[in-house]
């Protein structure tokens, strides 16, 4: 199975970037979100859907609607520009990522 | 501190074998199920592998199922993922990473450089 994100999102410092996330599984098991800026590995920003690890700033978001879970950075800063991914399961022990996202802070 | 350290990577040829390890500490590495996740340079993140906590259940990816054996040593706080009849497509920057159920994978390992080529 696939997950599906577009490949690139500009946006300016200070305005709203939302990542979608499209797949079949998604209604039926969590999401999950991940940052990875260059040359370092991955980080979790968002997991079970919409939950937030202890660190990551408020300005991260995460909600679902039916095969679809999109990622939002509200109030966007140059820190943020970064690749997104997310994740989730199937039934069998499996998992996937997502196709990931470049953020580019204008 | 939770970390992950894998060992280095390095070249090896087309058909060949290598064998990764991961040693884990700041947790109780054996409550917890572990996995291998790659990157191709330029590319995306690709799930590989995960073994329970125990070691009692693996679980793999299509595109390695065959060829590569995820293993721990719960003595020895240690994550392992042998690979064999390595091929062009397996060049990657390969990552170990804890799982708790539910929670995601977190953390992750500072990653290392595999790369098949003759």
């Known amino acids: 199975y696939e997950l599906t994100q577009p490949p690139s999102v500009s946006v300016s410092p200070g305005q709203t970037a939302r990542i979608t996330c499209s797949g079949d599984v998604l209604p039926n098991q969590y999401a999950y979100w991940y940052k990875q800026k260059t040359g370092q590995a991955p980080v979790i920003i968002i997991y079970?859907?919409?939950e937030r690890p202890s660190g990551i700033p408020e300005r991260f978001s995460a909600s679902t609607s039916g095969t679809t879970v999109t990622l939002t950075i509200t109030g966007v800063q140059a820190e943020d520009e970064a690749d997104y991914y997310c994740?989730?399961?199937?039934?069998?022990?499996?998992?996937?990522f997502g196709t990931g996202t470049r953020i580019t802070v204008l | 501190e939770v970390q992950l350290l894998e060992s280095a990577g390095g070249l090896v040829q087309p058909g060949g074998s290598l064998r990764l390890s991961c040693v884990a500490s700041?947790?109780?590495?054996?409550?917890?199920?572990m996995n291998w996740v790659r990157q191709a340079p330029g590319k995306g993140l690709e799930w590989v592998s995960m073994?329970?906590?125990?070691?009692?259940?693996?679980f793999y990816a299509d595109s390695v199922k065959g060829r590569f054996i995820i293993s721990r040593d719960n003595s020895k706080n240690t994550l392992f993922l042998q690979m064999n009849s390595l091929r062009g497509d397996d060049t990657a920057v390969y990552y170990c990473a804890k799982r708790e159920f539910q929670l995601g994978f977190d953390p992750w390992g500072q990653g290392t450089l595999v790369t098949v080529s003759s």
């Open positions: 994740q989730s399961a199937d039934s069998s022990g499996t998992f996937v």
């Open positions: 700041g947790f109780t590495f054996s409550n917890y199920a």
């Open positions: 079970k859907d919409f």
């Open positions: 073994i329970s906590g125990n070691g009692g259940s693996t």
